[in-house]
């Protein structure tokens, strides 16, 4: 096979979520992610037992097991706060078409354990075992499919050098960011 070959980075974009207010790129997740796409159906047996049926709309999409093995508590609640409207705009690399596409989704079951306490306040300072999964709604989200791969995006939660963050935040609740060197604790 001449010349390089392109190998998986675990820091590349898998899935953008974009609520009314914000945008967060999600770092990738363990391997173990599953899409699932369902074909609805309307469907029954005719005089002769055969299935007759017609496809009703379109695919419905499922991102299940999605699976973080470790995160700081700063990222997992902020990709947790991401739902806060439940419904939210999610692009994602689309197997079955071979291209991006953005669709309204909402949250299924959320969970973690918390890892590590801070002791002086009792709060956790990294989740392990943090699991996801999104379920389409059965319609095209509100953003567009404009994502070009390599593409900034702008988003504080990216690492830096990934097209994301300014380079100079700092925690700021208010605003929902977090400095960019909180990538540096991820194991990758």
């Not at 379109?58 to 739902?83: G, H, N, S, T």
């Not at 419904?87 to 291209?99: K, S, Y």
């Not at 567009?144 to 990934?162: A, E, L, V």
């Amino acid at each position: 096979m001449g010349g390089k070959e392109k190998v998986s980075n675990p820091n590349r974009f898998v899935l953008k979520v974009s609520n009314s207010s914000r945008t967060m790129i999600f770092p990738a997740p363990k391997r173990g992610l599953n899409y699932i796409v369902s074909t609805n159906v309307n469907s029954g047996r005719n005089a002769n037992g055969e299935v007759v049926g017609q496809v009703v709309g379109r695919d419905i999409y499922k991102l299940d097991q999605m699976e973080w093995a470790w995160l700081p508590a700063p990222v997992w609640e902020a990709m947790l706060q991401m739902f806060s409207e439940f419904f939210v705009n999610v692009t994602f690399w689309d197997f079955v078409n071979g291209r991006w596409i953005t669709l309204k989704m909402y949250p299924g079951d959320r969970s973690a354990e918390p890892y590590w306490i801070d002791y002086g306040n009792d709060t956790p300072l990294y989740y392990t075992n943090c699991k996801l999964n999104l379920i389409d709604c059965g319609i095209n989200g509100d953003i567009g499919t404009d994502y070009t791969p390599g593409t900034p995006t702008g988003s504080p939660y990216k690492p830096k050098g990934q097209g994301g963050g300014t380079g100079g935040d700092t925690p700021d609740s208010d605003e929902g960011r977090w400095d960019d060197d909180i990538w540096d604790l991820i194991p990758y």
